[in-house]
T-cell receptor
Framework: GNSVTQMEGPVTLSEEAFLTINCTYT??????LFWYVQYPGEGLQLLLK?????DKGSNKGFEATYRKETTSFHLEKGSVQVSDSAVYFC???????????FGQGTTLQVKP | DAGITQSPRHKVTETGTPVTLRCHQT?????MYWYRQDPGHGLRLIHY???????DKGEVSDGYSVSRSKTEDFLLTLESATSSQTSVYFC?????????????FGPGTRLTVL
């Protein structure tokens, strides 16, 4: 079946530190991959996406590359800010079922 | 931002009472979804709709029903609320007419069942 596994949180970083949040997936077919971000008290916002192998999604300084050989879609940012504190969800959209499958979410806290 | 609103945004109710949550979109997208968010589970699909009067069950549909009489509105009903249905509920849309398009989410409804 389809599944997404994210690294356990919370992740606590100092401002300007490098961020990596790991995400691996299991899927049949050719899924699309997404990162969503949820700021406190808000809904989910699309952060970036990639629809095929080797695609790189990027937005607001965040990047993730669709790696089919390692079934991964790790989220990275070179220099985090306090305003990046949020919960980050990795998700895959199954090409077979059309269903969006989420990881459990990773909380990021950035301290000044 | 996608034009998605949810109402109410917060609700407290008692066990055994019926509850209806509303999702309204202004994007004319074909596909609409209801998810619940619980700690440690991410988001899980409750029901979805692929058109007016066309709905189907998701992963955690027990205790929930849905209706879609207009393209823009998708209703989620808890016929008899239980404490296990205390959660944050999110509506999402995708389209305009492909199920494999990106899903966009509403602001959520926080439901507490006492």
């Amino acid at each position: 079946g389809n599944s997404v596994t994210q690294m356990e949180g919370p992740v606590t970083l100092s401002e300007e530190a490098f961020l990596t949040i790991n995400c691996t997936y299991t899927a049949t077919g050719y899924p699309s991959l997404f990162w969503y971000v949820q700021y406190p008290g808000e809904g989910l916002q699309l952060l970036l996406k990639a629809t095929k192998a080797d695609d790189k999604g990027s937005n607001k300084g965040f990047e993730a590359t669709y790696r089919k050989e390692t079934t991964s879609f790790h989220l990275e940012k070179g220099s985090v800010q306090v305003s990046d504190s949020a919960v980050y969800f990795c998700a895959l959209l199954s090409s077979n079922t059309g269903k969006l499958i989420f990881g459990q979410g990773t909380t990021l806290q950035v301290k000044p | 931002d996608a034009g998605i609103t949810q109402s109410p945004r917060h609700k407290v109710t008692e066990t055994g009472t019926p509850v209806t949550l509303r999702c309204h979109q202004t994007e004319n997208h074909r596909y609409m979804y209801w998810y619940r968010q619980d700690p440690g589970h991410g988001l899980r699909l409750i029901h979805y709709s692929y058109g007016v009067k066309d709905t189907d069950k998701g992963e955690v549909s027990d205790g929930y029903s849905v209706s879609r009489s207009k393209t823009e509105d998708f209703l989620l009903t808890l016929e008899s609320a239980t404490s296990s249905q205390t959660s944050v509920y999110f509506c999402a849309i995708s389209g305009p007419d492909r199920v494999l398009d990106t899903q966009y989410f509403g602001p959520g409804t926080r439901l507490t069942v006492l």
